[in-house]
């Protein structure tokens, strides 16, 4: 997508490893890492300097490769695969793409492994772009069948799940960006995402591609979905559970409610790689809870620019803060994928994916 009129991927390979955004910089700073190390990978997607379930699994692919430039032999291929899994437990894609690698490079000599673990990991990515871009055509069709209704388009979103969250083009604002670029009256009400406020990054991107967009807090969501300010819900997932229930950033259930009751339609994007057959149902997948200080502490800049934090709790406070919920599939008008858009359930998932069908 474009960053200052120059279109760029969020993750790039290098000569010397992968670049990437430091996205705990955005939307203030806009600064380019090369990661050159497994460890430098690790710390990356753990700390929140890449996010988004497509786009950490790109970056621990890449990891992957980082190490077995090192040091290719099983020992070396076994460590990275464990450091990197145990990064984020949540994002389904991380493992699907740790998985893919492994199982590519395990049965070649060692010699030959580093290279070839590049050149999927380059593949991972060229796919992800891909996938996200037919993510956006398929969306678009939901999306127009509504505006020519009222011609205009009013969507909600949650956290970020554009180029930022994958490679390019995004999952849940891939639609929107297509939508917009087809001449339909688009404005999106940017749901700030606490406490990670990772809608500040939807803003910035929106902002970016020229996309009409207006920031709000979290709890004003519900209200403007009972005014009928909303056309569409739309959010993007980090597993997707064979019967369709749904686990995205903390705060999307609430939005799914609100919109069930207002009667407005609540869309999933999100490729093959975020749907896990493997899991039976929401209760299945494992939610993440991070650290108290990131709901103890916010950051931002002062007002000469300089980049802070302050404490808005103090420190003995008790909190809860779980990273993650999970949408029932109820809930959920479609979900939006590369080869189509199919209702929220085990049959409409394997109706996409009928290779799936024995798992």
């Given at each position: 997508m474009r960053v200052a009129g120059r279109h760029r991927l969020s993750i790039e390979a290098a000569p010397?490893?992968?670049?990437?955004?430091?996205?705990?910089?955005?939307?203030?700073?806009?600064?380019?890492?090369?990661?050159?190390?497994l460890a430098e990978a690790a710390?990356?997607?753990?700390?929140?300097?890449?996010?988004?379930?497509?786009?950490?699994?790109?970056t621990a692919a890449y990891g992957v490769a980082l190490a077995l430039s090192q040091n290719?032999?099983?020992?070396?291929?076994?460590?990275?695969?464990?450091?990197?899994?145990?990064?984020?437990?949540?994002?389904?894609?991380?493992?699907?793409?740790?998985?893919?690698?492994?199982?590519?490079?395990?049965?070649?000599?060692?010699?030959?492994r580093a290279e070839a673990a590049w050149?999927?990991?380059?593949?991972?990515?060229?796919?992800?772009?891909?996938?996200?871009?037919?993510?956006?055509?398929?969306?678009?069709?939901?999306?127009?069948?509504?505006?020519?209704?009222?011609?205009?388009?009013?969507?909600?979103?949650?956290c970020n799940a554009g180029w930022l969250a994958t490679v390019d083009y995004g999952t849940a604002l891939a639609p929107i960006y297509a939508a917009h670029d087809s001449g339909i009256n688009v404005h999106v009400w940017v749901s700030e995402t606490r406490p990670r406020n990772q809608g500040l990054l939807t803003a910035w991107e929106l902002k970016q591609h020229g996309v009409p967009h207006t920031l709000i807090a979290d709890n004003a969501a519900g209200f403007l979905l009972m005014r009928q300010e909303v056309d569409a819900v739309i959010v993007g997932a980090d597993r997707i559970a064979a019967n369709g229930d749904v686990a995205n950033k903390v705060g999307t259930c609430m939005k799914a409610l609100a919109a069930r009751d207002a009667g407005v339609p609540f869309f999933v994007a999100a490729p093959r790689s975020t749907i896990d057959f493997d899991c039976a149902s929401g209760d299945d997948i494992p939610i993440e809870e991070r650290d108290g200080d990131e709901l103890r502490l916010i950051k931002g800049v002062d007002t000469d620019g300089v980049a802070g934090e302050i404490r808005l709790i103090p420190a003995d406070t008790a909190v809860c803060n779980p990273a993650f919920d999970i949408t029932p599939a109820r809930l959920v008008t479609a979900i939006v994928t590369e080869r189509g858009a199919c209702p929220a359930s085990r049959n409409g998932l394997l109706r996409l994916f009928p290779e799936m069908t024995n798992v």
């Open positions: 010397d490893g992968a670049t990437i955004i430091d996205q705990t910089r955005l939307p203030f700073a806009l600064e380019w890492l090369t990661l050159r190390t710390h990356a997607i753990s700390s929140m300097q890449v996010r988004g379930a497509p786009l950490i699994g790109v290719p032999d099983d020992v070396s291929l076994s460590e990275a695969i464990t450091l990197l899994g145990a990064t984020r437990p949540t994002a389904v894609n991380l493992h699907w793409a740790l998985m893919r690698v492994q199982q590519f490079v395990t049965p070649l000599p060692p010699s030959a050149q999927e990991a380059r593949m991972i990515a060229e796919e992800d772009a891909a996938q996200c871009r037919r993510i956006g055509e398929v969306g678009l069709l939901q999306l127009r069948e509504i505006a020519e209704k009222s011609g205009r388009l009013r969507i909600m979103t949650h």
